[in-house]
């Protein structure tokens, strides 16, 4: 089946079976692998992708049925000239990631939680990232990058 | 973990969808947010084989609030219900629970009427449904539309009282009478996580605000939502009590998160916690 | 000169990258490659009567299945015993492909090649396996019992048994010392298995170039080298055909240091024999019964003190669970029994292990390798003792702490490394001091009286630990400065998330002295580099980090050397600053790296006019020496590799307060504190990265993960769902303190990180636990529905 999507705001296609995730969609019709997967079963968060904006486990869907929306990824978060996103750049300045697997997720998620919520506490902060797992940091510092991407976002708008 | 292959059939309207539903019969499976049903997919724990994707059904995706109670269509996001504020206002023990399903990623995608089909007995919406007596409609080719009240529905682990021709379309949780107040107390074990168990309380004052009903609904301790009346226990001041008919009427299991003794024990400290708070809101209301 | 860079929080090289999906993780890479899948044993002890592959042939997309009956025989026979040792009698591996007997679930029976990983698991699902099920042993005490047999030819299940004896000074050995001690006690201690699971598994990618026989591998793997080594001789091919390059690794904790595992044998044949690259992705599932677990054992405690608390004989016997197969070694068992001494002097010492075979997922080391058990023994008989003499539990670790002018202590053991246990440096009195100001140690019982005083229940805890880094044998460096000016660092060990491209960067920045940007790192990619041993170990930092370190001044010295040629100086008074070499108090005189670098090189062909200066009539030197001095090499490059004499060890303590709910047996830590000492740190930003994350496994080993397994030997929680790694809703804050006492090992001055976070975690809040409730924590992980059962077990006694 042919499947569009909007991906990063550029309309791309591949011809694939129903049972196509949108995670492999996205990493292996797609070419953009940014998109990690972790366990693909819904737990772990690192192929989170934003769904029309909103943050879902591209591993829990079918290509097929998201067929006509948009669709972004870690790739398109940047700025068009390139420069990082206050979330990335909050993430590289609170050393908010070791091996950076499951990065791409926790930068999805967090990107739709800031648009939600520009000011969140302590503990909204981190039950926004509750879903979403981390080996490497202990979450210490991606919970530092979240407030200090809030500060960045305000500064900049 | 790639799903297994199947066919697929993707309606835009309820009558095709109903036909599919139908056609495909015991070896179909209805695709809604996918959030249960796509990892047993991946785990290859489920082949269906066929499966009716309703996301493209119109007129599905709704969520009505009005003075009876909340509807909540096939295809509304659980992410909706829990934000939508006419939706806490008539019927608050929804948002309750909602906020305690999964992480928001999965409340995103997840429905509601999907999580009462699926009806893991340790989720928090069947308990909701269940404190709430509400009800799902059922439709199909051959029967129509019907209700059937949350005691019918929900027959055992993973089962519920529809047939393979079955589409849920619809969920009705019905509003709280006058001065009601209701709660959800769960405990699991990491945030998000299935509850070890959960009560859900739904506690009715009287004008001289004495107490006119308790109930709750118990998550995780038997193979469906267990409703327990304890207005007697509680109309006596007695939520100790009221606790210990609940824990009498539950039937908890060992399981590798929780042993049953434990979640015996649990369930009496969550109905004291969520009749307490539900009794104070209902003061309040 | 070191000054500048070493020592500073920069920011990593790597981020960038890895934040705007530029990562190449193994899965990213062999777009259109084929793809692998295994068939897994669904029993934990079976006999296979027969494999019917002939399902699976419809399957539209399939191209290869092969069994054990089609491996040549090198590539069949049992994977190698990585780390043998004489105690080790009876070492098994298991073949890539099973053999006639499936002995956990989750080994690999076939493999199936095919044109994407759906239809590969497709075709698995075709093939059938007639098994005669065996009657599996799971728990550690029934096998060394004498249960069932794991290994046919391995009676009573016991793979090693190791005694080590350290008598008193005075030579009285540890039951001696403990019958004739004022006081004894003994207990029994527990802990369960778990496993280190990154969030990317393992993966394997093989392309075999036909047209010049040679086989590049890519690997997500904690040791290249050691991949490489053991391809080539598996496959029979020369060494120089093989090249095996770690890329972006998503998480090791340990379990990617085996090697070679199946799929790394299996995959690169099935490459060559099919001449198409042939990708393995490993996905959860496969990984939580493939890939090793750790942890699991059982301890016996026999201790003997006097009335200040002082240790005057302690016995440990210890059952360590290995699972079905020893490929690394016993390793983990004899780290648990020589760094359970933690920072005390033990009068006497005995300590005994077996490693028991159960028909389960091997065990191989995860990051702490044994000493989060061996902790957790030390520090629950330090609290045991505190209890029964009445004691403050910081009087008594102070009354057996290594005292700074001990230097260096020799343990009179023998380390992991098969060299003497003597600990190079540390302050274990202050950073007792430390951690007990960083709680609030003293003030604690005004904190318990006023939460009581709320109907809350609150308590404290402390661990100390020391640890072993920076094993050996070696790693190297090379350092290559371009006629660009740029410097390109190689070592051979790997990456999974140290930020290795960052600090080696700073180090070689500083010894060079030149801007940090212009340094790029490249780790395991035995292309650069083909010396190594590998990521483990809390070693990349002390080992690679020295190995580069002395590479720099290798390329330094000789850059000195042609620039005080050019400038007409004598080296010794040349600086180097920024990439530009001077005269020091002679300001026109300098000349930049990239000068030097292009001179170094004599040449023929002039590629670029900066190349010219290098040309033979450009610059013709002395006419009667050769253009390349005797001893000398062309280029600005140097090679060095450090070897270190002994381990280095790296020292902390730790600190908890939690607060259990007496309603619902919930444990919520409240607060977290560590002192660490790790000698000199490199990048203070990353090295606290370490220990949250090290702090977050330990929580997770403490609270929440165990693999649960049932006496059929199936794993019952093998999935995100039920196996609970924590979320950030699960982890507390963390509070750091360093402590920086230099080792005298290595010419940086450091001590491995990676590790420390995790050790104590599980002594400390079994402790606090245990001071909350008044109930003996005797066993970890702790559920509620533990705490509850310990509740209801205490109040029955009562």
């Known amino acids: 089946m042919l499947v569009t999507l909007t991906v990063n705001g550029v309309r791309r296609g591949a011809s694939v079976p129903p049972r196509r995730l949108l995670s492999d969609f996205l990493r292996h019709d797609l070419a953009l692998t940014g998109t990690h997967v972790g366990c693909e079963h819904g737990v772990c968060g690192c192929c989170t992708v ?27 978060l940047a700025r068009a000239d390139g420069e990082m996103s206050p979330v ?21 998620a967090v990107t739709a939680l800031l648009r939600d919520d520009p000011a969140p506490s302590e503990r909204q902060v981190r039950e926004g990232i509750s879903g979403n797992l981390c080996r490497c940091t202990g979450y210490q510092n991606i919970v530092k990058a979240v407030h200090r991407a809030a500060d960045l976002i305000a500064e900049e708008s | 973990m790639k799903p297994p292959p199947f066919g697929y059939r993707a309606p835009r309207e309820v009558g095709q969808a109903l036909a599919d539903i139908a056609a495909v019969g015991e070896d179909g499976k209805v695709l809604a947010g996918g959030q249960s049903l796509i990892p047993l997919l991946n785990m290859r724990l489920a082949a269906p084989g066929t499966v009716v994707d309703i996301n493209r059904v119109a007129g599905l995706d709704t969520l009505t609030a009005g003075p009876d109670g909340v509807r909540v269509g096939a295809l509304t996001r659980q992410a909706r219900v829990e934000r939508s504020e006419e939706a806490a206002a008539v019927q608050p023990l929804l948002r309750q629970a909602l906020r305690l399903v999964a992480h928001p990623a999965i409340r995103n995608r997840g429905t509601v009427v999907g999580s009462l089909v699926h009806a893991d007995p340790a989720a928090e919406l069947p308990a909701v449904l269940a404190v709430l007596d509400g009800s799902v409609r059922l439709a199909s080719v051959a029967d129509g539309e019907r209700d059937v009240p949350a005691r019918e529905f929900f027959t055992g682990p993973l089962e519920v009282a529809a047939g393979p021709d079955d589409l849920a379309v619809s969920a009705f949780f019905p509003a709280l009478p006058p001065r009601t107040g209701t709660a959800f107390h769960e405990v699991s074990r990491r945030h998000g996580d299935f509850a070890l168990a959960g009560v859900a309380a739904v506690v009715t004052m009287r004008a001289d605000l004495g107490l006119e009903e308790a109930r709750v609904a118990c998550a995780g301790v038997g193979p469906v939502p267990i409703v327990v009346d304890v207005t007697a226990e509680a109309g006596a001041g007695d939520r100790a009590a009221a606790a210990h008919t609940v824990r009498e009427r539950i039937e908890p299991e060992d399981d590798v998160h929780a042993g049953a003794a434990y979640r015996r024990h649990l369930i009496g400290v969550l109905t004291e916690r969520a009749l307490a708070e539900a009794s104070r809101r209902a003061a309040d209301a | 000169m070191t000054a500048k860079l070493f020592g500073e929080p920069v920011g990593r090289r790597e981020d960038p990258r890895l934040l705007t999906g530029r990562g190449r993780y193994l899965d990213d890479l062999g777009s259109g490659a084929l793809a692998a899948a295994f068939v897994r044993s669904p029993h934990a002890h079976a006999r296979i009567r027969d494999i019917d592959v002939s399902g699976a042939l419809d399957i539209e997309g399939l191209v290869a299945v092969y069994t054990f009956e089609d491996l040549p025989p090198r590539v069949a026979e049992p994977l190698p015993l990585l780390i043998p040792h004489p105690a080790l009698a009876h070492g098994r591996t298991a073949r890539p492909l099973a053999k006639g007997v499936v ?42 019992e004498g249960g069932p047999a794991v290994h046919a030819d391995v009676p009573g299940n016991v793979a090693a048994h190791l005694v080590q004896e350290v008598p008193s000074a005075a030579g009285v050995p540890a039951r001696q010392m403990i019958e004739s001690a004022p006081y004894t006690l003994a207990f029994r201690l527990d802990i369960e298995r778990s496993a280190p699971m990154p969030l990317e598994g393992r993966g394997v990618l093989a392309r075999w170039d036909l047209d010049d026989r040679s086989l590049r591998v890519y690997s997500s793997t904690q040791t290249s080298t050691g991949v490489r080594m053991a391809i080539a001789a598996r496959l029979g091919l020369p060494l120089p055909s093989v090249e095996v390059i770690a890329p972006d690794v998503g998480g090791g904790f340990g379990v990617k240091l085996v090697h070679p595992w199946p799929e790394e044998v299996l995959v690169p044949w099935a490459a060559m024999v099919l001449g ?82 159960t028909n389960t997922v091997q065990v191989t080391p995860y990051r702490g390798a044994g000493r989060p058990q061996g902790v957790f023994c030390m520090e629950r008989t330090m609290d045991r003792i505190a209890a029964y003499l009445d004691l403050d539990r910081t009087a008594v670790r102070a009354a057996n702490l290594i005292q700074p002018g001990e230097f260096p202590y020799d343990q009179r053991m023998t380390f992991q490394d098969g060299r003497p246990l003597i600990y190079d440096s540390g302050d274990y009195p202050e950073s007792l001091r430390m951690i007990k100001e960083l709680i609030g140690w003293d003030s604690f019982a005004e904190f318990r009286a006023a939460a009581a005083a709320d109907g809350r229940r609150v308590g404290i805890g402390i661990g100390c630990y020391v640890e072993g880094t920076g094993v050996g044998p070696y790693e190297g460096g090379h350092v290559q400065v371009t006629s660009d000016g740029r410097v390109h660092v190689s070592t051979g060990l790997t990456s999974q998330g140290q930020g290795h491209e960052t600090v080696f960067a700073q180090i070689a920045a500083g010894e060079l002295g030149v801007p940090l940007d212009r340094v ?224 005298p090992l290595n010419p940086l001055g450091v001590k491995g990180a990676g590790e420390a976070g995790v050790i104590p975690v599980a002594a400390v809040i079994a402790g606090a636990v245990e001071d909350a409730e008044g109930i003996v924590i005797d066993r970890m992980p702790l559920s509620p529905s533990d705490l509850f059962r310990l509740r209801e077990e205490a109040a029955r006694r009562r």
């Open chain 3, 103 to 144: 002995r956990h679930v989750g080994e690999p029976v076939a493999m199936v090649v095919a044109h994407d990983r759906y239809l590969a698991e497709d075709a698995c699902a075709l093939i059938r396996v007639d098994y005669e099920p065996r009657e599996p042993v799971v728990d550690v005490e029934k096998a060394a």
């Open chain 3, 520 to 743: 790029s790192v490249v780790t395991g990619d035995t292309r650069r580099l083909g010396y190594a041993t590998g990521t483990f170990a809390s070693r990349a930092a002390v080992v690679s980090g020295s190995a580069i370190a002395l590479a720099c001044r290798k390329v330094r010295e000789k850059a000195l050397r042609i620039a005080a040629e050019a400038l007409e100086a004598d080296p010794a008074d040349l600086v180097v600053e920024d990439g530009v070499i001077r005269v020091a108090g002679s300001p026109g005189a300098a000349i930049e790296l990239a000068t030097v670098a292009t001179l170094a090189n004599p040449l023929r062909y002039a590629f670029d006019a900066e190349a010219a200066r290098a040309t033979q009539f450009a610059a013709p030197g002395d006419p009667d020496r050769p253009p390349i001095a005797e001893g000398e090499e062309p280029g600005l490059e140097g090679r060095a590799y450090y070897s270190p004499l002994r381990s280095t060890f790296a020292s902390g303590m730790h600190a908890a307060i939690v607060e259990t709910d007496p309603d619902t047996a919930e444990i919520k830590i409240l607060r977290y504190a560590v002192v660490h000492d790790c000698g000199r740190l490199i990048n203070p930003m990353i090295v606290e990265g370490q220990i949250h994350g090290g702090v977050a496994q330990g929580v997770g080993g403490a609270l929440y993960e165990r693999m649960a397994y049932d006496s059929h030997g199936q794993l019952r929680n093998a999935s995100f769902m039920d196996f609970l790694m924590p979320y950030a809703t699960e982890i507390p804050h963390i509070e750091t303190a360093h402590l920086e006492t230099p080792s």
């Open chain 1, 50 to 76: 934003l769904l029309d904006g909103e943050p879902v486990r591209s591993c829990l869907t079918f290509a097929v049925t998201v067929d006509g929306r948009e669709v972004t990824t870690v790739e398109g």
């Open chain 1, 88 to 108: 990335q750049r909050a993430f590289a300045e609170c050393h908010a990631l070791q091996c950076g697997f499951c990065t791409p997720g926790f930068l999805c």
């Open chain 3, 276 to 357: 198409r690259e042939v990708k393995w992705a490993e996905d959860r599932r496969e990984h939580f019964v493939a890939s090793s677990h750790e942890r699991g054992q059982a301890q016996f405690v026999r201790v003997g003190f006097d009335g200040e608390g002082r240790v005057l004989g302690l016995d440990v016997t210890l059952l360590h669970d290995h699972g079905a197969y020893t490929p690394y070694g016993i390793i983990v068992p004899i780290v648990t029994s020589t760094q359970l001494l933690g920072p005390y002097r033990i009068g006497a010492y005995r300590v005994e292990f077996s490693s028991v075979y």
